[in-house]
């Protein structure tokens, strides 16, 4: 099993940044496939970023392309988020999410591959 805390959201300006950490407590975390999600008001929640094991595969979301980055340290058992130039329609609970993967590149990217969840972290940006 794996326990996963965020952390590192907060209020910002449109245009602004933020960098988003996970930490990840447990066995072989270099096993999973994880991946960031976010949840807005009244909407559902939605994948916005994934990498793989090995770190060669990622994958985001249209709406986030460019302007988040995401990446992990195995060797600190940490996934991160980096989010450039804001939006306000970013405004939303982060969450991270692991699951074990059998191949070092596999990428998972819909919320019910995913079994292991953070409480999440919130992110809110002015306009």
């Known amino acids: 099993q794996v326990q996963l805390v965020e952390s590192g959201g907060g209020l910002v300006q449109a245009g602004g940044s933020l960098r988003l950490s996970c930490a990840a407590s447990?066995?072989?975390?270099?096993?999973?496939?994880t991946a960031w999600f976010r949840q807005a008001p009244g909407k559902e929640r939605e994948a916005v970023a994934a990498i793989s094991r090995n770190t060669v595969s990622t994958h985001y979301a249209n709406s986030v392309k460019g302007r988040f980055t995401i990446s992990r340290d195995n060797a600190k058992n940490t996934v991160s988020l980096q989010l450039n130039s804001l939006k306000p329609e970013d405004t939303a609970v982060y969450y991270c999410a692991a699951v074990i993967a059998s191949l070092s590149s596999t990428l998972y990217w819909r919320e019910r591959e995913y079994n292991y969840w953070g409480q999440g972290t919130q992110v809110t940006v002015s306009s």
């Open positions: 447990g066995r072989s975390f270099s096993s999973y496939t």
